[in-house]
């Protein structure tokens, strides 16, 4: 089980900007699997060094990346992501700057997983015993605003009770992407008296 580290909530504007940004997130995507430095990056991206460079500098300003000195030699700068329970104001607080970057997050992440559904129904057949990994649910439950508050925390709960650091990850694991996504309807309106439905 990995440590789990306090919520922070992040409300600076420039800082949701900078995670909205294309290629910005895509290095952060990259780092997740294990330093990298900017050559390594730029290769793997199809940008520049001196791209990646930037990109990098503005991650590590706020925060969501660090320098890994154990493995920079000379001006060879590796990064690492920081890890963190990173969450972001509800909509009742949020300015309308914070609102479009948002929901252009939101966008993205799921884009992203709606790419990586159709490469794993494109051919499941080639993960072999790991499309058995493959789950689905779907469900409708009612619940007070406190109470879908309660949901969320106990699911981030059961994602650090499952996460482990990768010294202590066994060699048969692999990476599986778990998202949660919940949409309350709008308030049901009650028909008039005497109107047809």
Known sequence: M??????????DVAALRLLVHPLRHKIEKCLRDGPMNSATLARALGESTGSTSYHLRQLAKHGFIEEVPELSKGRERWWRVVPGDRRFPPYSRQTPE??????EMARQNIAEFVELFSRFADD???LGEWADAFLFSRATIRLTLDEVKEFFEEYIALVYRFSRPAEETPPSARPVH????????AA???PEAGSAE
């Not at 580290?5 to 409300?11: G, W």
């Open 178 to 185: 778990f998202r949660l996504l919940g949409i309350p309807e």
């Open 124 to 126: 499941p057949e080639a």
């Open 98 to 103: 914070m609102r479009v970057a948002l929901s």
């Open 188 to 190: 049901a309106t009650e």
């Open 2 to 11: 990995a440590d789990r580290p306090p919520a922070q909530e992040i409300s």
